[in-house]
């Protein structure tokens, strides 16, 4: 299993933070270099406790699904979104916010594992973890940007 931790200081209100980090519009905004749509379940807006969402996107040159579930959330320090169709053998993403010093420390911590046996733990450790951290990195790019306007 693959585990990724990225760590971003937002100066701004954790509350906003948050339903920025849970906003189906945003990530749409920040993923428009693979063509990601939301093409099931919630489409738009603020994804809430146990709601779905289903992904496209072209990544690698494929078009590929991801149906999403929110089994997790406390307002406005933690929610996890976890695969429950998709490419990854599973994958989890754990969405952490505390407020301190006047920011927000935001941290995503995924975990995921690769199908295919040794072939995909070549591809992860030659290209997908590096794609998975540059991803989450730019989105929460956005997330800084949108947030400290």
């Known amino acids: 299993m693959t585990k990724i931790q990225i760590t971003t200081s ?9 339903n920025l980090s849970r906003n189906i519009d945003i990530h749409l905004l ?8 939301a093409i099931d379940g919630r489409t738009s807006g603020l994804i809430e406790l146990n709601e779905t969402v289903t ?8 078009y590929l699904k991801h149906k999403s579930i929110i089994p997790e959330m406390d307002f406005p320090v933690y929610f996890v979104d976890e695969m ?23 941290t995503d911590e995924i975990f995921y594992e690769t199908p295919f046996g040794i072939f995909g733990n ?28």
């Open 10 to 18: 937002i100066n701004a209100p954790i509350e906003i933070v948050f």
């Open 30 to 37: 920040s993923t428009h270099q693979t063509n990601e749509k």
């Open 55 to 62: 992904w496209r996107g072209k990544h690698f040159g494929f």
């Open 84 to 106: 429950l169709e998709g490419s990854f053998k599973s994958f989890r993403h754990e969405h952490s916010f505390k407020f301190e010093d006047g920011q927000t420390i935001m």
């Open 122 to 149: 070549i591809f992860d450790k030659l290209i997908l973890e590096k794609y998975m951290t540059s991803f989450i990195k730019k989105r929460n790019a956005i997330i800084k940007d949108l947030a400290e306007k």
